[in-house]
């Protein structure tokens, strides 16, 4: 059962352009989320997150969007870059899993962007 | 700047040998974690360990089993390998459970 689903395996944006990058989660307890990238070959770098008491979370051309009716976050990336060219991976975890000391997260499947010149 | 290091970076095994991955890190971070990664999928979490002195399972602990050597190193072992173990193993580690988690650059394993 997967509780956290990018149901996009590829996504092509042509440079300077926006990308937007999707995710979708099952799981209510959910309420924290985190968007990592993954070059190949490298390990996945933290990229920006959010918390479900905010809707939007904005880190220079990374902007996060949580609707949490319809259980979806969405990454913006304005404008895109060649560099920004990998997989991109949404995580989430219950808070109350944090708070009492861990962080075990549940990945999606990853979205594979490539920025076109 | 070294981060979280993995050793071996590559490795194949037969069905039924034993295997230790290695984990360090050089940041001073309270937690680290074991994930895998399979085609298709997300990383799995295998197992955590919150702080020095304590590991508990994830996911998809079956068939693994792990160390806190020390704050620094935090090792996973295969005790018998299955091809289903065939997969790419990735550490991480971070300060605390509220802070985003580093990763190191994987193991890739095949077992045949």
Redesign the interface.
């Given at each position: 059962d997967q509780q956290?689903k990018?149901n996009s395996?590829s996504l092509s944006v042509q440079e300077g352009r926006i990308s937007i990058l999707n995710c979708d989660y099952t799981n209510s307890m959910f309420d924290y989320f985190?968007w990592?990238k993954k070059y190949p070959?490298?390990?996945?770098?933290?990229l920006i997150?959010i918390s479900s008491i905010k809707d939007k979370n904005e880190d220079g051309r990374f902007t996060v969007f949580l609707n949490k009716s319809a259980k979806h976050l969405s990454l913006h990336i304005v404008p895109s870059q060649p560099g920004d060219s990998a997989v991109y991976?949404c995580?989430a975890t219950p808070i109350i899993?944090?708070?009492?000391?861990?962080?075990?997260?549940?990945?999606?499947?990853?979205t594979r962007l490539t920025i076109n010149p | 700047n070294a981060g979280?290091t993995q050793t071996p970076k590559f490795q194949v095994l037969k069905t039924g040998q034993s295997m230790t991955l290695q984990c360090a890190q050089d940041m001073n971070h309270n937690?680290m974690?074991w994930y895998r990664q399979d085609p298709?999928?997300?990383?799995?979490?295998i197992y955590?360990s919150?702080?020095e002195g304590t590991t508990?399972k994830?996911?998809v602990p079956n068939g693994y089993n792990v160390s806190r050597l020390n704050k620094r190193e935090f090792s996973l072992r295969l005790e018998s390998a299955a091809p289903s173990q065939t997969s790419v193993y990735?550490c991480?580690s971070?300060q605390?459970?509220?802070q985003?988690?580093?990763?190191?650059?994987?193991t890739r394993l095949s077992i045949l």
């Open positions: 956290v990018q395996p985190l990592y070959a490298e390990g996945p770098t933290f997150s991976f995580a899993i944090i708070i009492q000391g861990a962080q075990k997260l549940v990945f999606g499947q990853g | 979280v937690s974690y298709g999928m997300g990383l799995r979490l955590y919150a702080s508990d994830g996911e990735f991480a971070s605390d459970s509220y985003p988690q580093h990763f190191g650059d994987g």
